[in-house]
């Protein structure tokens, strides 16, 4: 079992940076983590993923550039530093973990709010 709380969510304008953060309990440290995100009337999407050991990651192209993910297994954490946001990243932002090894997601936060003004 994992328990995922997110925190660091808030209102920004565009341009602006905010860092999410995810703690974890349980066995974090051996499964692949990632972060999604809602917008209203959307699907969720992927955002970004890191494996195991912080030695992998990929990005959604939206986000290539801007977005950092990253992890502490010691302190049992997930990050997620945003920068240059923009309003079309507004969403409630999701941490996630795969605990089965086939990139499928098993347990989730209860997300965050990102809000980017214009």
């Known amino acids: 079992q994992v328990g995922l709380v997110e925190t660091g969510g808030g209102l920004v304008q565009a341009g602006g940076s905010l860092r999410l953060a995810c703690a974890a309990s349980?066995?974090?440290?051996?499964?692949?983590m990632a972060w999604f995100r809602q917008a209203p009337g959307k699907e969720r999407e992927f955002v970004a993923g890191?494996?195991?050991?912080?030695?992998?990651?990929s990005y959604a192209d939206s986000v290539k550039g801007r977005f950092t993910i990253s992890r502490d297994n010691a302190k049992r954490n997930l990050y997620l530093q945003m920068n240059s946001l923009k309003p079309e990243d507004t969403a409630v932002y999701f941490c996630?973990?795969?605990?089965?090894?086939?990139?499928?997601?098993?347990?989730w936060g209860q997300g965050t709010q990102v809000t980017v003004s214009s």
């Open positions: 890191i494996n195991w050991s912080g030695s992998s990651t």
């Open positions: 996630a973990a795969d605990s089965t090894g086939n990139n499928r997601y098993t347990y």
């Open positions: 349980g066995r974090f440290f051996t499964y692949a």
